[in-house]
């Protein structure tokens, strides 16, 4: 910094704020990142005086918390939650990794190829979220996909990723049923 900056700051104290609040409003990435590194730099004392302020505020803590469990955020946080607890336990109680022979399945009737973007399949993609169906591992829930496509498609319904990809979701779960029909003796 130099004098005549700093004369200036101490001259006009409104304006050199303003200019700082426009530089923010230009750069909020880089605000964002300069705040994470802050935050990491002083994490210890900043969790310590949180917790004291907590522990010397407890009534109106409790009463802040109660506000925001009824709150928009945290009743969709509370949904997210859920639908996690649940997509765990799914999870637990089917064999993960897939068994090989159902995964040779899944790639062999669709030539290897993504469903999404016809690019070569790496991974098995759950045509419906796990979590949001009781039988996610199911045959007819499952199809390759590149690993791009898997990950941007993420919890979306198939529907509305078939739209945004420009893939035909009917004619994959007609193949699907084909897939189901063929294996049902041999699985
Ligand atoms: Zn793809």
């Known amino acids: 910094m130099c004098l005549h900056?700093?004369?200036?700051?101490?001259?006009?104290?409104e304006k050199a704020i303003e200019a700082v609040r426009r530089w923010e409003a230009k750069n909020p990435e880089r605000v964002r990142s300069w705040a994470r590194a802050s935050y990491h730099r002083k994490k210890e004392s900043c969790i310590a005086k949180v917790t004291?302020?907590?522990?010397?505020?407890?009534?109106?803590?409790?009463?802040?918390?109660?506000k925001y469990e009824h709150s928009e955020a945290g009743l969709f946080a509370?949904?997210?939650k859920e639908a996690k607890r649940r997509s765990a336990k799914l999870m637990g109680s089917i064999p993960d990794p897939l068994p090989s022979r159902i995964v040779k399945v899944v790639f062999d009737n669709f030539d290897n190829r993504c469903v999404w973007c016809g690019g070569a399949a790496d991974t098995i993609d759950h045509l419906y979220p796990l979590y949001s169906k009781p039988n996610g591992h199911a045959l007819d829930n499952l199809v390759p996909a590149c690993r791009t496509c898997n990950s941007r498609k993420?919890?979306?319904d198939p529907q509305k990723w078939a739209e945004i990809c420009g893939a035909n979701l009917e004619t994959i779960q007609e193949k699907l049923r084909n897939v189901c029909r063929q294996a049902a003796g041999s699985l």
Request: hydrophobic share 30%; charged share 45%.
């Open 154 to 156: 993420s919890r979306r």
């Open 78 to 80: 509370k949904r997210v």
């Open 52 to 66: 004291a302020y907590q522990s010397k505020n407890a009534e109106r803590v409790r009463e802040w918390k109660r």
């Open 5 to 13: 900056a700093r004369a200036f700051r101490k001259a006009n104290p």
